[in-house]
């Protein structure tokens, strides 16, 4: 099993259709594909929704995407009641059971005469009670009065939540036991007209390509409730994101949930995880075309793929709150704004005394008053006029203090200090707020926090900050050649450079490195792999497999979604590059060369991973030295050589192999030789980008 791509929630109804204006107590849908969610639709009556499922149903496995719908009713009754009455205890005998006995059309329906029927069977006072008929019910209890139930009240999962009813009660405010018969036809219908592929759980174990399971919309009830609109709407709308967020382990552990006959209500007991999935709010993702390179050009020139991918991403990580400790290397989502002036009082910048108004040039001698004042130690006494008090370095000024003379500077005496004019006005003092002013943007949003950036957020009263949730960044390498280091290489075998490489890079980055190994050049490998990646990333990075012959799975796979740029960059090293969506994550396929896997990893993934970050576009800066080398190449292409600096000068890499790894290692950067440069002569200026400019 490798996730759900596609969630579904709806919010049931037993009633009857009232028509095509939105409200409450009809059948509400929420679907997020993708990740990209839809606006919660409004269905007019049961055989609406049985048809919009279908369609989606059939859309989602037409995509390849798997799909979880989620249904606010039970799917099934205290233990006992499907054997006593189809005689067998699989709860979907009884959804069957069911589906060949309603009657539903979109104004009326036989639910209660079917309770009643069912009734019969047993006191003919219960299980079912309630009636929201005009007319009597034989065997339909209206009331509780003479109510009798062979079965119990609750299932096990209703015992365990609290504010939920019964299934038995079929009328009244609140009540769920007529979605109940009216829903498990319409379920059971679906179910059988996709034969085999789809899973009910907890019955069934959730495999196939779509589960139906069993919702409670009021575990998210804190956070509907601060949702404006109608709230069936809200409810589904934020179950939805809730599941498409959670974590695959969140998740796999919710449907880890033994419950055979009555079936269970999926998140109850997990209910924190589930709350902060749904308050876990992403933008949603990037659409195909983002990576669509200029038409009619042939060869594109790094500055204008650059200028597409700036133009076209933007974040795709949601919003957390962070602890101060915790933040450095972390994007800032918001402004941060100072809370506290800085300094938030006037004090003095030194040890010395203080006093009031200047003094000109010339002897004084100012009285010293009793006490001092010290950091963390407000004197709370005036100074008086023509005296002095001692204060050290931090203090705030007293009452009656502007001024500071240096200890160095006068001479103490007993109870007096003589010392030399002039002294000015606020000599050796700090104004309040003379850094920052309570109000005043401290750090803009976007900015990466710097362990400075720590000192300054805690000075100005924040102790904790609204970042981006770190960038995930899958590393896979593509290549039936390809061993892991270390292992026993037969001929014809290398070994994986790219991968360690790249994530050591992701993390330097200060973004979350997925490792998603190495997959062989088998196209259904590599797709359940991306499925993988697509569900625990926000971006995949792989490398090789990105051109266009027999063996590059991966610019087929991405052709097959139908996103698949193949970028012809005027650049070296460089080909080729293949860009795309796999379920709505970008992937970016880097060039199996080590050397140029590196060079694209940092000329376009180091800019577009930042932005998608939250963090802006990250340019390297260079600076111009003089070249301690010759070299002549064509007008128009860009490119990168392995170089580093001595004595001044630019030297580069002896080889331009893009397969001579060992010259990655022996440089310190890259020299970037610009697209209209041809010749280059020794003690010509290029321009030299440290690897530090790059961020590794
Ligand atoms: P490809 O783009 O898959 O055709 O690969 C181009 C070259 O890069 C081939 O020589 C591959 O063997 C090599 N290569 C691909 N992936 C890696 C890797 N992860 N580590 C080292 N070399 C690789
Ligand atoms: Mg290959």
Request: glycine share 12%.
């Amino acid at each position: 099993m490798n996730g759900f791509q596609s969630f579904a929630m709806v919010d049931w109804s037993g009633g009857n259709d009232t028509g095509p204006r939105p409200r409450k107590d009809a059948i509400w849908i929420a679907v997020v594909r993708a990740g990209r969610a839809d606006s919660p639709r409004y269905l007019r009556n049961r055989a609406q929704a049985e048809e919009v499922l279908r369609d989606l149903i059939t859309e989602e496995r037409a995509a390849g995407r798997r799909l979880l719908i989620g249904f606010d009713f039970p799917f099934g009754y205290p233990v006992g009641f499907a054997q006593a009455v189809t005689g067998k205890k699989d709860p979907l005998a009884l959804w069957a059971w069911l589906a060949d006995r309603v009657e539903d059309a979109p104004k009326a329906n036989n639910r209660f005469d079917l309770a009643g029927q069912i009734n019969a069977q047993f006191s003919g006072n219960g299980p079912f009670w309630g009636n929201a008929l005009a007319r009597d019910i034989a065997n339909l209890p209206r009331t509780k009065g003479d109510y009798q139930n062979p079965f119990p009240d609750r299932r096990a999962c209703e015992k365990a939540a609290r504010g939920t009813f019964t299934c038995w009660q079929l009328a009244g405010a609140g009540s769920v036991g007529g979605q109940v018969l009216m829903g498990l036809p319409v379920l059971a219908r679906l179910r059988r007209s996709f034969e085999g592929a789809v899973s009910v759980w907890p019955f069934e174990p959730p495999d196939r390509d779509v589960a139906f399971v069993e919702i409670w919309p009021s575990l998210l009830n804190d956070q509907v409730r601060r949702m404006p609109g109608i709230r069936d709407a809200a409810q589904v709308h934020l179950m939805a994101r809730a599941l498409a967020n959670l974590a695959p382990t969140d998740l796999a552990q919710m449907l880890a949930q033994h419950a055979p006959e009555e079936g269970w209500i999926f998140g109850l007991g997990h209910e924190a995880t589930l709350q902060n999935a749904a308050a876990d709010l992403r933008p949603p993702p990037l659409t195909n075309d983002c990576f669509a390179l200029p038409g009619g050009v042939d060869w594109t020139p790094v500055d204008d793929a650059l200028a597409r991918l700036r133009d076209r991403l933007r974040p795709v990580v949601g919003v957390e709150a962070t602890p101060l400790g915790g933040a450095s290397g972390r994007v800032l989502a918001e402004d941060l704004v100072a809370v506290r002036s800085n300094p938030p009082l006037p004090n003095t910048a030194v040890d010395g005394y203080g006093f009031a108004g200047a003094l000109v040039e010339g002897p004084h001698r100012l009285p010293l008053i009793e006490g001092r004042a010290a950091a963390g130690l407000k004197f709370n006494g005036t100074v008086p006029p023509g005296h002095a008090i001692r204060v050290l370095t931090g203090a705030a000024l007293p009452d009656g203090v502007d001024t500071v003379i240096l200890e160095e500077d006068v001479t103490l005496g007993l109870g007096e200090i003589a010392f030399l004019g002039p002294v000015k006005v606020g000599a050796n003092t700090r104004a309040a707020g003379e850094d920052i002013v309570a109000g005043q943007v401290a750090l803009p949003r976007g900015r990466t926090v710097a362990p400075a950036d720590l000192a300054l957020a805690s000075a100005v009263g924040v102790g904790e900050l609204q970042v981006f949730r770190p960038l995930r960044v899958a590393v896979l390498s593509t290549g039936d050649e390809l061993l892991e280091a270390g292992a026993e290489a037969q001929p014809g075998q290398i070994f994986d450079a790219n991968r360690p490489m790249l994530l050591e890079i992701v993390r330097r980055w200060a973004f979350e490195p997925v490792d998603m190994g190495r997959v062989a050049d088998d196209r259904t490998a590599l797709r359940k792999r991306l499925d993988r990646a697509a569900t625990c990333a926000d971006v995949i990075l792989t490398s090789g497999g990105a051109s266009a012959g027999d063996e590059d799975h991966v610019s087929a796979l991405l052709r097959e979604t139908g996103s698949l740029q193949s970028w012809r960059i005027a650049l070296k090293p460089g080909r080729p590059l293949a860009l795309g969506m796999w379920q709505g994550v970008p992937v970016f396929g880097l060039p199996g060369n080590p050397v140029a896997a590196l060079v694209c990893a940092l000329v376009f993934g180091r800019p577009a991973l930042s932005l998608m970050a939250g963090a802006g576009w990250a340019e390297p800066t260079g600076f111009d030295i003089p070249a301690a080398f010759a070299k002549r190449k064509k007008a128009g292409r860009r490119e990168y050589l392995r170089a580093r600096v001595r004595d001044g000068r630019a030297e580069v890499f002896k080889s331009e192999g893009s397969g001579r790894i060992s010259g990655l290692s022996w440089a310190e950067g890259l020299v970037e030789i610009t697209d209209a440069q041809q010749d280059i002569a020794p003690g010509d200026l290029v321009r030299f980008i440290p690897f530090g400019s790059f961020g590794i």
